[in-house]
């Protein structure tokens, strides 16, 4: 799974929606209450996401296309929105290993020079099933 997030202390996130010009796979803002069993918990932040979900696959390229399909032409807004907002972006890439098959793990020029251009971060969370 891919996902890229915009993550703030508050920010309007149906304005991020509409200059993007697609629906988010998850959104919440903070002080929203996070369903859990127990004592109530309440979100720290504000976050906009679009994920791939789960897919299986041998390459995290496969995954990452996807992203920079819907977000590469929208570099200059993204960058006007975070200086505008005060936030972060946050591209993730997450693998669930199973039966030890490990998929190509690299990141082609274009992922990187767009993740620069709009300052975000990228991170791996890696899991064995």
């Known amino acids: 799974?891919?996902?890229?997030?915009?993550?703030?202390?508050v920010f309007p996130i149906e304005e991020l929606t509409n200059i993007l010009g697609f629906q988010p796979t998850e959104t919440y803002k903070k002080g929203d209450e996070i369903d859990?069993?127990?004592?109530p918990m309440f979100r720290k932040e504000t976050d906009w996401?679009?994920?791939?979900?789960?897919?299986?696959?041998?390459?995290?390229?496969?995954?990452?296309a996807v992203i920079l399909r819907q977000l590469a032409s929208k570099t200059a807004?993204?960058?006007d929105f975070k200086e505008e907002h005060t936030i972060d972006y946050l591209l993730m890439v997450v693998i669930s290993v199973e039966d030890n098959q490990f998929p190509a793990m690299y990141l082609p020029s274009d992922v990187i020079s767009f993740?620069?251009?709009?300052?975000a971060e990228i991170h791996f969370d890696l899991y064995h099933a």
């Not at 299986?56 to 995954?63: A, G, L, M, V």
């Open 1 to 9: 799974m891919a996902y890229f997030s915009a993550i703030g202390e």
């Open 115 to 119: 993740t620069h251009s709009i300052g």
């Open 49 to 64: 996401t679009f994920s791939t979900g789960y897919q299986e696959s041998f390459d995290i390229h496969n995954q990452l």
């Open 77 to 79: 807004v993204l960058k």
């Open 36 to 39: 859990r069993p127990g004592a």
